[in-house]
Nanobody, 124 residues
Framework: QVQLVESGGGLVQAGGSLRLSCAAS????????MGWFRQAPGKEREFVAA????????YYANSVKGRFTISRDNAKNTVYLQMNSLKPEDTAVYYC?????????????????WGQGTQVTVSS
């Protein structure tokens, strides 16, 4: 079991930066691949970024590639999402999630553990 709590969201102007954190509890965090997703009002939840358990591989949605960076610190049981050059279209609730072992990276259904989400609002 993994429990996840996100923090770091807020209101920022376009072009600004935010760093989201996801604190995990549970014995399996360091062996879990992790992901960030987001959901804007009236839209489906979508993949943003993912990282393998060791941090050796990362994956990004095309819409955030080159602007967002996912990382993790297994000693602190925390995964991060550094968001730079933010755009109004990045406005959403951002969720941290832990992936099932051996499942695909991009699908929401492969992530059984979710945090409560943190709101990110980017003003133009």
């Amino acid at each position: 079991q993994v429990q996840l709590v996100e923090s770091g969201g807020g209101l920022v102007q376009a072009g600004g930066s935010l760093r989201l954190s996801c604190a995990a509890s549970g014995r399996t965090f360091s062996s879990r691949d992790m992901g960030w997703f987001r959901q804007a009002p009236g839209k489906e939840r979508e993949f943003v970024a993912a990282i393998t358990w060791s941090g050796s591989s990362t994956y990004y949605a095309n819409s955030v590639k080159g602007r967002f960076t996912i990382s993790r610190d297994n000693a602190k049981n925390t995964v991060y999402l550094q968001m730079n050059s933010l755009k109004p279209e990045d406005t959403a609730v951002y969720y941290c999630a832990a992936r099932n072992y051996g499942s695909g990276v991009f699908s929401v259904t492969n992530y059984p553990y979710w945090g409560q989400g943190t709101q990110v609002t980017v003003s133009s």
